[in-house]
């Protein structure tokens, strides 16, 4: 089986974390099965803007997970701030495909196989209501210092709930993916994508 020159991929996509070419399906990785022709076909292909990726700090579970990397990879002005890679993103029976054209019009991929998953939300940028808990800011008035109280919270919540459940043009519905590095340091990392539609996000957590 044919596997991809290094030479070929985007160091933005790759550096040390990439996986081993050897790990990966020898057919996604052969121009000659691309999306134009006949071959293999994905569970799922949506056309994204890939955003980057981060190491979740706080906790690394469940929503809460990815709470900590959105807010930092996702401009609150929302989409039309946004700087990332336009890309493909493809789901398989084996794990999700990542692809896109660099300045020198080749093509790059990268795989991320199934079982590096732990955890993948469709979710939406939305400001709820503060609770009585949360301070912000912080002014020092006659030597005490005095707390705001945070009347809008900024969260990223499933598309099915009641707050994100409206579409936005601002701001449009995410994909977050947290998946184990399968080389170096094996940690957990955070991957976030802008996609189109509510149907394209949903398709791709299921």
Same mark, same amino acid.
């Given at each position: =089986?044919?596997?991809?020159? %290094?030479?070929?991929?985007?160091?933005?996509?790759?550096?040390?974390?990439?996986?081993? %070419?050897?790990?990966?399906?020898? $057919?996604?990785?052969?121009?000659?099965?691309?999306?134009? /022709? @006949?071959?293999?076909?994905?569970?799922?292909?949506? $056309?994204?803007?890939?955003? &980057?990726?981060? #190491?979740?700090?706080?906790?690394?579970?469940?929503?809460? &997970?990815?709470?900590? =990397?959105? !807010? /930092?990879?996702?401009?609150?002005? &929302?989409?039309?701030?946004? !700087?990332?890679?336009?890309?493909?993103? +493809?789901?398989? +029976?084996?794990?999700?495909?990542? /692809?896109? #054209?660099? /300045?020198?019009? !080749?093509?790059?991929?990268?795989?991320?196989?199934?079982?590096?998953?732990?955890?993948?939300?469709?979710?939406?940028?939305?400001?709820? %209501?503060?609770?009585?808990?949360?301070?912000?800011?912080?002014?020092?008035?006659? &030597?005490?210092?005095?707390?705001?109280?945070? +009347?809008?919270?900024?969260?990223?919540?499933?598309?099915? +709930? %009641?707050?994100? $459940?409206? =579409?936005?043009?601002?701001?449009? =519905?995410?994909?977050?993916?947290?998946?184990?590095?399968?080389?170096?340091?094996? #940690?957990?990392?955070?991957? #976030?994508?802008?996609? !189109? *539609? @509510?149907?394209?996000?949903?398709?791709?957590? *299921?």
């Amino acid at each position: =089986p044919r596997n991809i020159d %290094p030479r070929n991929i985007d160091p933005r996509m790759v550096d040390p974390r990439m996986m081993d %070419p050897r790990m990966m399906d020898p $057919r996604m990785l052969d121009p000659r099965n691309g999306p134009e /022709e @006949e071959g293999p076909t994905p569970i799922c292909r949506c $056309r994204v803007l890939y955003l &980057g990726s981060l #190491v979740p700090h706080v906790t690394k579970d469940g929503l809460q &997970g990815i709470q900590e =990397p959105l !807010k /930092e990879l996702y401009p609150e002005d &929302g989409a039309l701030g946004a !700087k990332g890679i336009d890309s493909w993103l +493809s789901v398989w +029976s084996n794990g999700f495909l990542l /692809e896109n #054209v660099d /300045e020198n019009r !080749k093509k790059v991929s990268r795989f991320f196989p199934i079982d590096s998953l732990h955890y993948c939300a469709a979710v939406r940028y939305v400001q709820v %209501p503060g609770t009585s808990g949360e301070k912000v800011g912080g002014t020092v008035m006659s &030597g005490h210092v005095v707390y705001a109280l945070r +009347s809008q919270v900024q969260r990223f919540l499933p598309l099915d +709930s %009641p707050f994100a $459940r409206n =579409p936005n043009i601002n701001h449009p =519905p995410l994909f977050a993916a947290i998946l184990r590095r399968t080389t170096g340091i094996t #940690v957990l990392e955070c991957h #976030v994508f802008i996609c !189109k *539609r @509510e149907t394209a996000a949903n398709a791709l957590v *299921r």
